[in-house]
Every structure is written in structure tokens, then in C-alpha cells.
């Protein structure tokens, strides 16, 4: 059975910064590409930031692009997402994803249709 766990969530001062982690167990790391989603209270979920299975090629949504950035380390089975500059608006539960696709195509990452698997969500407030 594959499953995403997440960790690294928690209480921040605006202005600073939280690393967010997704491991998966289970089948090939490489198999997926990878993201991070968002939803804040009474909102959608929102797109965060995508990653290739391979090549490392990286997209980005409007909202955090220039202070997020996502990586992933295949060796470790591990994604990450480095968030920098926080604002109480980036408050919500996180979520990592994974889909068995490949594509040079942001606005396919940003489809929460193309994921079928899901981590558990991990709750990042930013306190002003």
C-alpha cells in the first residue's frame, strides 16, 4: 500500500520560514510526479508548486512563486517544500500529492484530477 506522510507543519511569525516534508512508502519514488497543495479555512484547494518524476523540472503557482520552492530528493523518497517569507495569508492545512504521469506542462500539475494519491495534510499557521 502507498502512502504520503507529511511533516514540518506548525505555528510561525510572519516573515519567516517552515520546510515541509512528504515521504512516500510503497512503490518507486520515481514513479510520481509530486506537489503541494493547499486550503484554507472555507476555500478551495489551492496549487501550490509541481515536480517531475524525473529531471527536476519545477512549476509554480501564482500566490507563492519567487518564495516558495519545491525539491525532491529520490534517494530519500522525500518532497519538499521550502517556504519562505510567510504571511498569515499562507495559513491552511498542506497537503502533498502524487500522480503516476510525466509532463512539461504546469497548468497539468496544477489539476487536482492527475493526483491519486494524498497525504494525511499538515497545518501551517503564520501568526502576524
Known amino acids: 500500500q502507498v502512502q504520503l506522510v507529511e511533516s514540518g507543519g506548525g505555528l510561525v511569525q510572519a516573515g519567516n520560514s517552515l520546510r515541509l516534508s512528504c515521504t512516500v512508502s510503497?512503490?518507486?519514488?520515481?514513479?510520481?510526479?509530486m506537489a503541494w497543495f493547499r486550503q484554507a479555512p472555507e476555500k478551495g484547494r489551492e496549487f501550490l508548486a509541481g515536480?517531475?518524476?524525473?529531471?527536476?523540472?519545477?512549476f509554480y503557482g501564482g500566490p507563492v512563486k519567487g518564495r516558495f520552492t519545491i525539491s525532491r530528493d529520490n534517494a530519500k523518497n522525500t518532497v519538499y517544500l521550502q517556504m519562505n517569507s510567510l504571511k498569515p495569508e499562507d495559513t491552511a492545512v498542506y497537503y502533498c500529492?502524487?500522480?503516476?504521469?510525466?509532463?512539461?506542462?504546469?497548468?497539468?500539475?496544477?489539476?487536482?484530477?492527475?493526483?491519486?494519491?494524498w497525504g494525511q495534510g499538515t497545518q501551517v499557521t503564520v501568526s502576524s
Open positions: 500529492a502524487a500522480g503516476e504521469f510525466y509532463s512539461s506542462s504546469a497548468g497539468f500539475y496544477a489539476q487536482e484530477r492527475v493526483y491519486t494519491l
Open positions: 515536480i517531475a518524476r524525473i529531471g527536476g523540472m519545477t
Open positions: 510503497g512503490r518507486t519514488f520515481t514513479t510520481y510526479g
